[in-house]
């Protein structure tokens, strides 16, 4: 779901936002994705992440954002 091609910010409430989207997000910080990728957003599935898939997954992600 997210790292579909021209995917934005959310538009709408069933709207998902691509990694880079959610990397390069004002605020967007490591904790910030890493705290995310432990809850259980109602929209996504639970996919039981262990804490180094959730720590390679943060990196991952903040990986592409804009120097």
């Known amino acids: 779901c997210h790292m579909n091609a021209g995917q934005g910010e959310k538009k709408g409430a069933d709207g998902v936002p691509g990694f880079h ?6 605020a967007q910080s490591m904790e910030g994705i890493v705290e995310w990728l432990k809850s259980k957003p109602p929209m996504m599935p639970n996919h039981r992440l262990t804490q180094d898939e959730i720590d390679v997954l943060s990196e ?4 592409l954002r804009k120097q």
């Open 21 to 26: 989207a959610v990397a390069n997000r004002t």
């Open 60 to 63: 991952f992600i903040m990986s």
